[in-house]
Each structure stands twice: as structure tokens, then as C-alpha cells.
């Protein structure tokens, strides 16, 4: 199986901060990398698709970046609706597999 | 958007068999630009993806939990369903439906997720 990493496990940010979030791959898996947020006692929501492409819906603010091994999710300007953990998910192959998450928080 | 919505029992004794079943609205099972997917949130945890099913009834299954699990379907339903057997304290999570591209292997819709609890 192919294994997912993120760093941190866990940040706080004021309102208006540049949140970045990497997700590390434990080998290449091209630009087959999805990320997702999920609030609280809610299912996840797809925000980005192969691994930069904007989910239709997804305010701007949020983009992803990266190919191969390493990924980056960058909220450009946090607002307090982004509090929430962010999941990554690779599709290189069977199983599909997601990172242990990270949670954002306000400052 | 299409909507999806887990159902089946929320307490299950050990060694008994999970049962759950997901109806799908708002769009059709038999596209076949989708897979129907199993995914699971162990209490506080990540996401552990169970396996999928093609509305022909082709499906694949985390090796984790292969020797366990089958997802069926019923086209004419709007359903599919998952069973997994002899569960243990393990197999406490929330348990989630999901639409899966099948090109793109995204989940792009999810049900609300069920808890489901395995207790004597």
C-alpha cells in the first residue's frame, strides 16, 4: 500500500493567514492526489482533484500543488469557516489511501 | 448533485455480521462514470477505504479487510450495500457512502455517515 504523510497533524492561524499543508507520498503517484475537508460530525468534502484542479463551488482561496512524492494545500487567506481537518487521498492504485489529516484551528 | 444516505442498524454484536445499505437520489447508479464506494472513520481517527462496486456489480476491496467484506448492488433499487463479517470492537466507526470517479478516482458526494457500534 502506499503511504500518506501530512504536515503538522495540527496548526493555529490567525484570520487573513497563509495556511500551508504538505502531504508526502511513499512513492510516486504523479498528480493522482485528491484533498478534502471535513468539519466536525460532517462527512468529508472534496476540495481539490488531481492535485491542483478546484473542485467546482471551492472558494479560490484554496489551492493544491505538487506531483511525484510531495504535495502542498495552501488556504491563502484563512477565514473561520476553514476550521476544519484536511485529508489528503492518493488514487495511484489500489488501495486508495488518505493522510492521518490535519486540523486548523484559529488563533 | 446527487445524494446519497447510509441506513442499517447502529449496534452490532461481535462476531454478527455488519450490514448497511446506501440509497442514492438525485442521480443514476447505472452511470458509468462512477464507482460506489465503502469508506470508514475509526472514532477520532482518519479514513480507511472499504472498497468499491461498478454498477455491473465489478467490485474491489481494501486487501485489509478483503477476506471480510462484500459490496453488492441493486440497480433497479438505487442501492448498494456493504456486509462485513465477524466483526470485533475493530470495526466500531463511522461508516460513509461515497460516488467515486472512475477515471478521476475522487469522492465527489458522500452520505451523511453512519456510526455504527459493535458491542455485546
Known amino acids: 500500500d502506499i503511504q500518506m504523510t501530512q504536515s503538522p497533524s495540527s496548526l493555529s492561524a490567525s484570520v487573513g493567514d497563509r495556511v500551508t499543508i504538505t502531504c508526502q507520498a511513499s512513492?510516486?503517484?504523479?498528480?493522482?492526489l485528491n484533498w478534502y475537508q471535513q468539519k466536525p460530525g460532517k462527512a468529508p468534502k472534496l476540495l481539490i482533484y488531481d492535485a491542483s484542479n478546484l473542485e467546482t463551488g471551492v472558494p479560490s482561496r484554496f489551492s493544491g500543488s505538487g506531483s511525484g512524492t510531495d504535495f502542498t494545500f495552501t488556504i491563502s487567506s484563512l477565514q473561520p469557516e476553514d476550521i476544519a481537518t484536511y485529508y489528503c487521498q492518493h488514487y495511484d492504485n489500489l488501495p486508495f489511501t488518505f493522510g492521518p489529516g490535519t486540523k486548523v484551528d484559529i488563533k | 448533485q446527487v445524494q446519497l444516505q447510509e441506513s442499517g442498524p447502529g449496534l452490532v454484536k461481535p462476531s454478527q455480521t455488519l450490514s448497511l445499505t446506501c440509497t442514492v437520489s438525485?442521480?443514476?447508479?447505472?452511470?458509468?462514470?462512477?464507482?460506489w464506494s465503502w469508506i470508514r472513520q475509526h472514532p477520532g481517527k482518519g479514513l480507511e477505504w472499504i472498497g468499491y462496486?461498478?454498477?455491473?456489480?465489478?467490485?474491489s476491496y481494501n486487501p485489509s479487510l478483503k477476506s471480510r467484506v462484500t459490496i453488492s448492488v441493486d440497480t433497479s433499487k438505487k442501492q448498494f450495500s456493504l456486509k462485513l463479517s465477524s466483526v470485533t470492537a475493530a470495526d466500531t466507526a463511522v461508516y460513509y457512502c461515497a460516488r467515486t470517479g472512475y477515471t478521476r478516482s475522487y469522492f465527489d458526494d458522500w452520505g451523511q455517515g453512519t456510526l455504527v457500534t459493535v458491542s455485546s
Open positions: 438525485g442521480g443514476s447508479i447505472s452511470s458509468g462514470a462512477y464507482y
Open positions: 462496486i461498478y454498477y455491473s456489480g465489478t467490485t
Open positions: 512513492q510516486d503517484i504523479s498528480n493522482y
